[in-house]
């Protein structure tokens, strides 16, 4: 089936710094969004994208859909405190497909 | 934040026993689904229902049965719960399907199959 693969799997960041991660996929798909889950709740939509080379910003976060419409990518910059969590991409391959999603990305605030 | 509750949202239970899991919304959205959440396997579509009692299998349905009598209310059952059914549970909604369609999530069920 399809699959996605995000990376990193996890990370540690430092108040102020920018974070990067991406999700890649096996097939092309119509659709990519980017979700953050904090412990002991469901994930929470950050951003949608639906257009191959669209770039979308939300605060600080800003997301694209790749140009090859097999990956896309999350940007977070000035990272704060409240940004850890586990953030996960999902895209879905056809208008009437499931949504697939990645294994997460843990941010966590360097010690 | 979209309003969609899941209860309980906690469970402990045996292995053998029945479970039944609910998702309540107040959106109105035709479509519900149901997920599961495991360590390294990230989310995993259980079933979904495109409208009332109108549902389908997702990736992992073995072991689950779903009702939906309600356009509100989605119901996930585990008929005889094992503990690889130990998991976290997510409810979510969309209003629609196409690709412009994005999904909400409830606050999920941590179930425990002892």
């Known amino acids: 089936g399809q699959q996605l693969n995000q990376s990193p799997q996890s990370m540690f960041i430092q108040e102020g710094e920018d974070v990067s991660m991406n999700c890649t996929s096996s097939?092309?798909?119509?659709?990519w969004l980017w979700y953050k889950q904090d412990p002991g709740e469901g994930p929470v939509l950050l951003i949608a994208l639906y257009k191959a080379g669209e770039l979308t910003s939300n605060g600080r976060l800003t997301a694209q859909f790749g140009i090859t419409r097999k990956d896309s990518f999350l940007n977070i910059s000035a990272s704060i405190p409240s940004d850890v969590g586990i953030y996960f991409c999902a895209g879905r391959a056809g208008g009437q497909g499931n949504l697939i999603f990645g294994k997460g990305t843990k941010l966590s605030v360097k010690p | 934040d979209a309003g969609i509750t899941q209860s309980p949202r906690h469970k402990v239970t045996e292995t053998g026993t029945p479970v039944t899991l609910r998702c309540h919304q107040t959106?109105?959205?035709?479509?519900m689904y149901w997920y599961r959440q495991d360590p390294g396997h990230g989310l995993r579509l259980i079933h979904y229902?495109?409208?009332?009692?109108?549902?389908d299998k997702g990736e992992v349905s073995d072991g689950y049965s779903v009702s939906r009598s309600k356009t509100e209310d989605f119901l996930l059952t585990l008929e005889s719960a094992t503990s690889s059914q130990t998991s976290v549970y997510f409810c979510a909604i969309s209003e629609a399907r196409q690709s412009t369609d994005t999904q909400y999530f409830g606050p999920g069920t941590r179930l425990t199959v002892l």
């Open positions: 959106e109105n959205h035709r479509y």
């Open positions: 229902s495109y409208g009332v009692k109108d549902t």
């Open positions: 097939s092309i798909f119509n659709t």
